[in-house]
Structure formats: C-alpha cells, structure tokens
C-alpha cells in the first residue's frame, strides 16, 4: 500500500537543481510529532541509502555526508509536506528516491524502521 506520493524527478545535468516533494497520498494517513520524515535513494545494483531526514516536532534536520552543503530538506506542517531541495547535483546522486515515515524518531538512518513509502521518482544526472 503506497501512502507518500513523490515528485519532482527529473533528466538534468552536473550543476542543475530539481526540487522533490513528497504528501501523503490519502486523507487518512497522519504524521505525527514523533515521527521523522525522510529521503532515502537506490542506485541500481547499490542499497537503498539515507539522504535526508526533518524531525516533526522539532524541525531537526541529518544529512548524508555526500549530499551536505547541497541538499536541503525542509517540511510543510500545513499540508504534511516533506521538501528535497537538491543543489549542485552530480552524477553520483543518479537513483530512485524515496520518501518514507519513521515512526521513532531515534532511528532515523536505518531504512527498516520505516513504516511507509512512496512509490519513488527517478532523478538522473548525466555530466
């Protein structure tokens, strides 16, 4: 049962920027104060890695190293959004990426406490 939506994927080149956003996809789905929102990403034939994560009650952010200093994740309380601004974008960050719910948000970087995800929006970056 997908239950977060993602867009904003997109073909660019090395140095271009794409803006995700991920919602819930239904009226019911709830995200809650404890809960952490986040980006995950899966290259082909790599893991699924942590990109990004936003803590809702405190708006705490944690970044992969390879993506800080040019990924910006940000959240909307007001419509249960959850924002990647990707900057500076390389090769390397080519792959699928995820938004998904944590629902303790003291185990933010592990992908198996996820409890809900999104369907994935491609992002392909060619130099």
Do not use: H
């Not at 893991?47 to 705490?60: D, I, L, Q, Y």
């Not at 992969?64 to 990924?71: E, L, N, P, T």
């Not at 007001?78 to 185990?107: F, G, H």
């Amino acid at each position: 049962q997908v239950q977060l939506v993602e867009s904003g994927g997109d073909s660019v080149q090395t140095g271009d920027s794409l803006t995700l956003v991920c919602t819930p996809s239904e009226r019911t789905f709830v995200i809650y104060a404890n809960d952490i929102m986040a980006w995950f990403r899966q290259a082909p034939g790599k893991e699924r890695e942590f990109v990004a994560g936003v803590t809702w009650r405190n708006n705490k952010k944690y970044y992969a190293d390879s993506v800080k200093g040019r990924f910006t994740i940000s959240r909307d309380a007001a419509r249960d959004a959850v924002i990647l601004q990707m900057n500076s974008l390389k090769p390397e960050d080519t792959a699928v990426y995820y938004c998904a719910r944590n629902p303790d948000s003291y185990s933010r970087y592990d992908a198996s406490k996820y409890n809900a995800w999104g369907q994935g929006t491609q992002v392909t970056v060619s130099s």
